[in-house]
């Protein structure tokens, strides 16, 4: 029988002989067929293209192994150091977090509560009785100035910070935040950039410098302040982020068209002042995370005494309004943690004090029940045996 002109045996004809199992390999009784690439394979009865069983084996083509060049690197047999947790480093690990935690807890508590703060509410105090709030703070003609009295409690040390904190007014909206143009407030040149900025974005007379809504909002209430019938003077230098100043607001920008809309939105800006140097700007552009968020006002350099009346005059100007929000008036001191801050003590006493309780606990049954390290009775296969 003879098979030719072809790179490989067909496999019906291969099954028409018969096999025979020798050592695990099949052989093919009556054929011999050997894979050649390039040329034709003739074979019968043990011979292929003429040529004998031997030589044509050596001519065969070796096929090259997948296998990856050796490296002890690939093998991962390079000398490795293995930490080993005994009972003697995991509770010297905790005893060590614990003595370090517990100490910074105390102290930041300590620091916090030494912290003087003011809050005052005064929202809801300067309606002037009106039974409709927002037609109110809307209203040209409406008084919106109201007076009131704060009794310092304890001495505070100067500086004094004064803030201003809104509730429940979404600075993260994603609308809102996107409604800026930051090559706009940094480049003179950038003036037309105002793609992003709408709905406040250019006017008949052109483009709104700064635009977008979260310029077009500023804070616009105002706060003086008084002991004694003199006035107490507050500062506004430097109550923003220099490198806000210095790298994201540019000292030849100045506002054009701004708040010269149908609506007026907060508060109105110098034209003859350079963004740069419009700090309550700057403040208010850097939004917050939070609905509720307090943001720098001014500072009093000043101290104020322990029973000092602080007589406090409030513009109440920005609409919280019509969207529920709150206003409160903030003063406060600050220690090397900052402001008043509970949180981060209550934080470190409290993984201070569960590590401290696991130390001790794993000393307990370190010495109670002690088990021998590394013994394989303790296997839980073992073990199971050993109930058997």
């Known amino acids: 029988m003879y098979y030719g002109h072809g790179l490989q045996m067909n496999i019906a004809a291969l099954c028409s002989f018969p096999?025979?199992?020798?050592?695990?390999?099949?052989?093919?009784?009556?054929?011999?067929?050997?894979?050649?690439?390039?040329?034709?394979?003739?074979?019968?009865?043990?011979?292929?293209?003429?040529?004998?069983?031997?030589?044509?084996?050596?001519s065969t083509t070796k096929k090259q192994s997948k296998r990856p060049k050796y490296s002890r690197f690939s093998q991962q047999e390079l000398p490795a150091c293995k930490f080993i947790v005994t009972p003697a480093v995991v509770i010297t690990t905790f005893v060590a977090i614990a003595i370090v935690f517990i100490p910074l807890g105390l102290a930041s508590l300590f620091a916090s509560d030494n912290v003087v703060e003011i809050v005052h509410r005064y929202d809801d105090l300067c309606l002037q009785g009106s039974s409709n709030a927002v037609q109110h703070i809307q209203s040209k003609n409406s008084n919106k100035t109201?007076?009131?009295?704060l009794t310092v409690s304890k001495e505070m040390k100067g500086p004094?910070?004064?803030y201003y904190q809104l509730d429940n007014f979404y600075q993260n909206h994603r609308r809102y935040v996107k409604s800026r143009s930051d090559k706009q407030l940094k480049y003179k040149a950038d003036a037309d950039d105002t793609g992003s900025c709408s709905p406040e974005a250019n006017t008949d007379e052109g483009p709104i410098v700064p635009c977008g809504l979260v310029a077009w909002?500023?804070?616009?209430?105002?706060?003086?302040?008084?002991?004694?019938?003199?006035?107490?003077d507050v500062s506004k230098k430097n109550i923003a982020w220099e490198s806000d100043r210095n790298h994201k607001f540019g000292s030849d920008v100045y506002p054009q068209n701004f708040q010269s809309g149908g609506l007026i939105g907060g508060a109105n800006l110098e034209t003859s002042k350079p963004l740069s140097e419009q700090e309550d700007l700057i403040v208010w552009m850097r939004t917050a995370a939070l609905p509720t968020f307090r943001k720098l006002y001014g500072r009093i350099e000043g101290d104020l005494g322990v029973n000092d009346n602080l007589e406090v005059v409030v513009e109440n100007n920005y609409n919280t309004y019509s969207f529920g929000?709150?206003?409160?008036?903030?003063?406060?001191?600050?220690?090397?943690i900052g402001g008043k801050n509970e949180f981060i003590g209550i934080a470190y006493l409290t993984i201070g004090g569960l590590c401290l309780f696991l130390a001790i606990s794993f000393i307990l049954i370190y010495v109670l029940r002690p088990r021998q390290l590394g013994d394989p009775s303790y296997l839980s296969w073992n073990k199971q045996s050993q109930v058997q």
């Not at 109201?146 to 009295?149: I, T």
């Not at 909002?217 to 107490?232: E, G, I, M």
């Open 160 to 162: 004094i910070f004064i």
């Open 146 to 149: 109201c007076a009131g009295k």
């Open 19 to 58: 096999l025979q199992l020798h050592r695990g390999s099949i052989r093919l009784e009556g054929v011999v067929v050997v894979e050649m690439e390039g040329k034709e394979t003739h074979g019968r009865h043990g011979s292929v293209g003429g040529a004998s069983t031997s030589s044509s084996s050596s």
């Open 325 to 336: 929000g709150k206003k409160w008036l903030v003063l406060s001191t600050t220690s090397w």
């Open 217 to 232: 909002s500023l804070f616009n209430d105002t706060y003086k302040f008084a002991v004694q019938n003199k006035a107490v």
